[in-house]
């Protein structure tokens, strides 16, 4: 089965700096990868996703990067700010089957 | 997206009983998943909720613990069986409508105790 892993396991960050999260996959057939955002005691909201047909998506300061020949994909989050301070899911997945997920990574953003 | 419930939202339960949660969404839905998120930790997939079939269950996950019901579009249930303190977890549904996209549910808080 597909199996993901995701560094670091937790970032620290001062307001405004870059924040840079990286997932690796195991399945090559894996072509859907979500991020979530998860705030203490709230559910994982999506964030943003990207296809294996393409190699980057950006929207505003939250951006992912895809290559597939070595299979990982990373989360950028430009100028962050303290309200990003939340754990951070990539997953993987085959299109329209359930969600392969890393461990997350713990994010701190210090004003 | 779609808005999504679960109920109920959190449970204190003895050993040995029982627990039935209830996912509900607003409108159809293709897909519903379940999936356990333990204190501290990712989220690991329990089983896909099947409409009008027998679930599908992750290696670790069986039908006697876990038992589901899709009875339409827009509804599933989750029980955990014969609890122990080891099932003390977060429990939560996700849907899709038919495009890779999975939303979640607000999930249901399982103490055991």
């Known amino acids: 089965g597909e199996n993901v892993e995701q560094h670091p396991s937790t970032l620290s960050v001062q307001e405004g700096d870059s924040a840079v999260i990286k997932c690796t996959y195991s399945?090559?057939?894996?072509?859907?990868f979500p991020w979530y955002k998860q705030e203490l005691g709230k559910r994982p909201q999506l964030i943003i996703d990207?296809?294996?047909?393409?190699g980057e998506k950006k929207d505003q300061r939250i951006a992912v990067t895809l290559n597939k020949t070595a299979k990982h994909f990373s989360l950028h989050i430009t100028e962050t700010q303290p309200e990003d301070s939340a754990v951070y899911f990539c997953a993987a997945s085959l299109s329209g089957y359930a969600l392969n997920f890393g461990k997350g990574t713990s994010l701190l953003v210090t004003p | 997206s779609a808005v999504i419930s679960q109920k109920p939202s959190r449970d204190i339960c003895q050993r040995g009983t029982s627990l039935t949660i209830q996912c509900q969404v607003d409108s159809q839905v293709t897909m519903m998943f379940w999936y356990r998120q333990q204190p501290g930790q990712s989220l690991t997939l329990i089983a896909t909720?099947?409409?009008?079939?027998?679930?599908?269950?992750e290696s670790g996950f069986v039908i006697d613990k876990f038992p589901i019901s899709r009875p339409n579009l827009t509804f599933s249930t989750l029980t955990v069986s014969n609890m122990s303190p080891e099932d003390s977890s977060i429990y939560l549904c996700s849907v899709s409508r038919g495009g890779d996209e999975q939303y979640f549910g607000p999930g249901t808080r399982l103490t055991v105790t």
């Open positions: 990207i296809r294996s047909n393409v």
């Open positions: 399945d090559s057939a894996s072509n859907y």
């Open positions: 909720a099947n409409q009008g079939s027998e679930a599908t269950y």
